[in-house]
Nanobody
Framework: QVQVVESGGGSVRPGESRSLSCVAS????????IGWYRQAPGKERELVAR???????NYGDFVKGRFTISRDNAKNTVYLQMNSLKPEDTAVYYC?????????????WGQGTQVTVSS
């Protein structure tokens, strides 16, 4: 059974840093991509960063070098390092596991973790 669990959210002040973790398991036989998405009240969900099993990454245009996605395969964990946080980064951050192999594409979502950036 596929499981996706996020952690690491909380309240921070502008300019500070925060690291989020996503533990994803149950898809050993699949090709995969793990993505971080965020959604603020009244706004659409948007891609923050994504990494796949080959180590390729892509980022949302708004990141501008502030965020870094990385993986630790031994721990089945993907990290999102967020630096120079701004109030506009306030949102619920969700981890998504996108799985492909021979069958239909599948998506699994974590429960979300709140990040609040305010003075």
């Amino acid at each position: 059974q596929v499981q996706v669990v996020e952690s690491g959210g909380g309240s921070v002040r502008p300019g500070e840093s925060r690291s989020l973790s996503c533990v994803a398991s149950g898809f050993t036989r699949d090709f995969w991509a793990i993505g971080w998405y965020r959604q603020a009240p009244g706004k659409e969900r948007e891609l923050v960063a994504r990494i796949n099993d080959g180590g390729r990454t892509n980022y949302g245009d708004f990141v501008k070098g502030r965020f870094t996605i990385s993986r630790d395969n031994a721990k089945n964990t993907v990290y999102l390092q967020m630096n120079s946080l701004k109030p506009e980064d306030t949102a619920v951050y969700y981890c998504n596991a996108h799985l492909t192999l021979f069958g239909p594409d599948r998506d699994y979502w974590g429960q979300g973790t709140q990040v609040t950036v305010s003075s």
